[in-house]
């Protein structure tokens, strides 16, 4: 059974700060790994999706890396802004075989401070 | 383009009410999930279809039923509710994911607002 564990579970910084968000999980048998971003009360907007055969997606400030065979997955925000301000999940998504199944993290609550 | 739409967004029942969470989606995504969202639980898949006419358990099945009579709409059945149903729902759809060397999409999953329930 995949698990997804994702450290920091909280982080505050300043505005302008460059930040990493951290996902590990067990089972490297991935298709892809997909990063979300969850406000409060709101539902998951897709923020990068990462192939398996890929290392890295970029979308403005945001940077995404995979190593699949170490089960590890990063998130990098540049100059990080209050509107940044939210809770970050990643979720691997498994082979045909567990049903292209996503397991989620609990996710990473990121404030930052103006 | 709407995407993927959940409805109701907010319902209040009494244990042993039965009632449906309807999900449509329009981007001909062959794959429809269900997952619910509880504090310090994380969210844990329900049901999911691979396509018009086949459902599968997920994670946490018991006291929920799905059908998929459609690409397009995958409804999420709660047959006798209980407290424990408290809860936010999620509906979400993506392309199949690359298999077998058949590439039909990325696989990327798109989420509803989500239909928060208390049972009471």
């Known amino acids: 059974k995949q698990e997804v564990t994702q450290i920091p579970a909280a982080l505050s910084v300043p505005e302008g700060e460059n930040l990493v968000l951290n996902c590990s999980f067990t089972?490297?048998?991935?298709?892809?790994l997909q990063w979300f971003r969850q406000d409060p009360g709101k539902g998951l907007t897709s923020l990068l999706l990462i192939q398996s055969s890929q290392r890295e997606q970029t979308s403005g400030r945001l940077n995404a890396s995979l190593d699949k065979s170490s089960g590890r997955s990063t998130l990098y925000i540049a100059a990080s802004q209050p509107g940044d301000s939210a809770t970050y999940l990643c979720?691997?998504?498994?082979?045909?075989?567990?049903?292209?199944?996503?397991?989620f993290g609990e996710g990473t609550q990121l404030t930052v401070n103006p | 383009n709407a995407g993927v739409t959940q409805t109701p967004k907010f319902q209040v029942l009494k244990t042993g009410q039965s009632m449906t969470l309807q999900c449509a989606q329009d981007m001909n995504h062959e794959y429809m999930s269900w997952y619910r969202q509880d504090p310090g639980m994380g969210l844990r898949l329900i049901h999911y279809?691979?396509?018009?006419?086949?459902?599968d358990q997920g994670e946490v099945p018991n006291g929920y039923n799905v059908s998929r009579s459609t690409t397009e709409d995958f409804p999420l059945r709660l047959l006798s509710a209980a407290p424990s149903q408290t809860s936010v729902y999620f509906c979400?759809?993506?392309?199949?994911?690359?298999?077998?060397?058949?590439?039909?999409?990325?696989?990327?999953?798109?989420f509803g607002e989500g239909s928060r329930l208390t049972v009471l």
């Open positions: 979720a691997p998504r498994g082979g045909e075989t567990s049903g292209s199944r996503l397991t």
């Open positions: 979400a759809s993506s392309s199949r994911p690359p298999t077998s060397g058949r590439s039909v999409g990325t696989g990327e999953l798109f």
């Open positions: 089972d490297s048998a991935i298709y892809n």
């Open positions: 279809s691979v396509g018009a006419g086949i459902t």
